[in-house]
């Protein structure tokens, strides 16, 4: 009778125990829910730190001078003598949406292979030709990917488990890509369609202006656009399924096409 009963205690412990887990896996996922909500929520509400669409203008963008992601994407690399030495292939930010470093790829013509290297901002030149870095083939090692980043640059965590490092490397915590928001999609304040992220324009100093945004529907709007970026990390996140841009239908169609050609002509990469 005794090894009935405790045969039928333990089978009575191990159901309590079983639905107590899922009663917290099912309350972990419900927060995690509201978590998501609640910033899309956030995004959507009026926001002290979102200026209208009428103080918003284009003449900064052209007048003070930059460059935009996807030029830089893939520009040419130069070192220290001047000759090419690789390409770009992405952007590492903060969360002030301001350069950290750039991802090179570099090192073809050493005879040692092409690996992926760490620049930081303040080390790079950015010109119409391309980007110079003091990268040579003596110290390319101290520019490696791998190495230990005060900010975090690169997530090592992640990058242990992936066998060949690309320029679409995983970031830390506190960085991002800017190949995370290029051809993001695009909704408005109220949840409607709006488009696709195609570029981003950055100042000279390294911090983002502006994200250019093609209209999925150019019937009723016609070119791309370019609009404050209020993202990362408070409005928006790398792997969010969309950016919302804090305006209605009425604030965008005041705004006029932007104008690659006179950013160009204004002395801009």
Known sequence: MNLN???????VCT????????????EE???GNDRTNQRDIDTTSPDSNVRSIDEWSYAPIYEQGGFRAEKMLEAKVF???????????NIILDQKNQVLSVIAEVGGM?????RHVSVPWDEAVVSEDGVKVPVHQDNVEEFNIFREFDEAYVYKQELDRTKA???????GPRTWKITDIL?????????????????????????IQAIIVKPANTETVQGP???????????????????????????????????????????NS
């Open 5 to 11: 009963r405790n045969i039928l205690m333990l089978f």
């Open 15 to 26: 159901s309590l125990l079983f639905l107590t887990a899922q009663v917290h896996a099912v």
């Open 29 to 31: 996922e419900t927060q």
């Open 79 to 89: 070192g220290t003598q001047g000759a090419e030495i690789g390409e770009i292939g």
């Open 110 to 114: 050493w005879d040692s292979g092409d």
């Open 165 to 171: 490092v690309e320029e679409d490397v995983a970031v």
């Open 183 to 207: 051809h993001d999609y695009v909704k408005m304040k109220d949840g409607t369609d709006y488009g696709i992220i195609t570029d981003a324009i950055f100042a000279r100093d390294g911090v």
């Open 225 to 267: 656009r370019a609009y404050p970026f209020y993202g990362y990390p408070e409005a928006w996140r790398p792997g969010d399924t969309h950016y919302i841009l804090p305006f209605a239908k009425e604030d965008i169609e005041k705004l006029p096409v932007f104008e690659y050609e006179k950013y160009k002509r204004a002395g």
